[in-house]
């Protein structure tokens, strides 16, 4: 168990360093559609947001499924995932985000169920900036508390060695 902690621990951090980059584009990507009115630039954009939440789920269902040992199920599992990331379970782990965060990064789930389902020219450009904006102060948030999380894992895994 103590090697699969390391590895997730390392997993998190190269995602944390892609999810960077999502972010970067996201932002390069807004200042875009700002000089042109370029409505391809905006469906990058939420292209880019899509990948931004896609990402960080992506490590929330490994930490649930080998840490937690437990993935949510039905119909809203999406969501219930979200909410396990920021319970504590007493004795395996602390909570992974912030309350806080979670309120946040569920805009941003939501979002990447438009994305999936509405056709880009129906797109609002005003819910867009908003995902925009606040993605430049909850990332930094959100990376400070996976990296944190990752430094608990590794802790664990040196100390159950």
Partial sequence: ?????????????VELVELEQVQDRIQAGWQRVQQTSDEYYLD??????????????RIF????????????????WHQLLLQQMTAEIPGIRPAVIS????????????????????????????KI?????????????VQAELLAFAEFLEVR?????
């Fill in 61 to 76: 269902e490994l930490v649930a499924s080998r840490v937690d040992g437990s993935l949510p199920a039905g119909e809203n």
């Fill in 129 to 141: 900036q908003k995902l925009v904006d606040n993605v430049a102060v909850l990332f930094p948030q």
């Fill in 99 to 126: 309350g806080s965060a979670s309120n946040q990064l569920d805009e941003y789930r939501g979002f990447r169920h438009v994305v999936r389902n509405v056709y880009t020219f129906r797109f609002e450009p005003a």
């Fill in 157 to 161: 895994s040196s100390t159950n060695s």
């Fill in 44 to 57: 990058g954009v939420a292209l880019n947001l899509h990948s931004f939440y896609s990402g960080l789920e």
């Fill in 1 to 13: 168990m103590s090697h699969q902690l390391t590895q997730l621990a390392g997993r998190i951090r």
